[in-house]
């Protein structure tokens, strides 16, 4: 969306001065993404701070992935670019993942050995482990490896290699080797595309260490937001009819659901005007 002037001034006419931190953050956030792009001096004028305040509070929203910093301003994170960056992916569609991951975990049996991959909507998984109480948890994503360390009754097995800060997990032939030593009760992955009737991913190595995920697993989970479909990838993961449960929202199209439908799959339908579950 361009930036029109008018509409800025006419948007907070005085309202946004002598906002607490927080508050004026969160409207510069709000700005930023209904504009898609926007510059220290706009900001300043619009919250009637310094340009020095304002630089200060992008710095603090680019840090916590609410916004990405550009020279002399910041713009709004779109899905393509989060999925570089998983700081940025963990803010992305936050909502809906917690929702999914309430679903996802209902999967999860008593003393399962279970595999998570790195993505952020498996990630949102840790809050339930120890309800659903696993026996062992199986995982290359570091930030997992972290929540599950600490969780006295879960055993955890850590898949090492080549660490990626932008994933913040390993990935690699290292990390396939390992997998295909073991076997899982159940995998739970997420996808960066659906096209074809496939999973796909933009990176190899994400892809060739997520399929070897997979393929450990009695039981293969897709966890997924319906906003994957048609979107952009260009490796192989695995063919939808391999998978044998799908959890996602309820905003797919209802000819690609149909679709899904006759892949055979169980599939697990997310409202998502329902409050997440804490």
Known sequence: MAYNESDVKNETPGAAQGLPPEARREQITGHVNKSRSARVEELAEIFAVSAMTIHRDLDVLAKEGRLQRIRGGARAITARLAERDVRLRRHLNAEIKQQ??????????????????????????????????PSTVITHSLALMGAVSSMAHIDMVGLGGQYYAETDSFLGSIVVEQAERLMADAVFVSTTAIKNQSLLHPDAEAARTKRSLLKMGRRKILVMDSSKYESAGIYHVMDLAEIDDVVIDDQLDEVLMAQLQALGPRIHIVNTSAKAQP
Request: hydrophobic share 45%.
């Open 100 to 133: 999914l991951a309430a679903t996802a975990a209902q999967l999860i049996e008593r003393n399962s050995v279970i595999a998570l991959d790195d993505s952020t909507t498996v990630g949102a998984l840790s809050d339930y482990l120890e309800e659903r109480e």
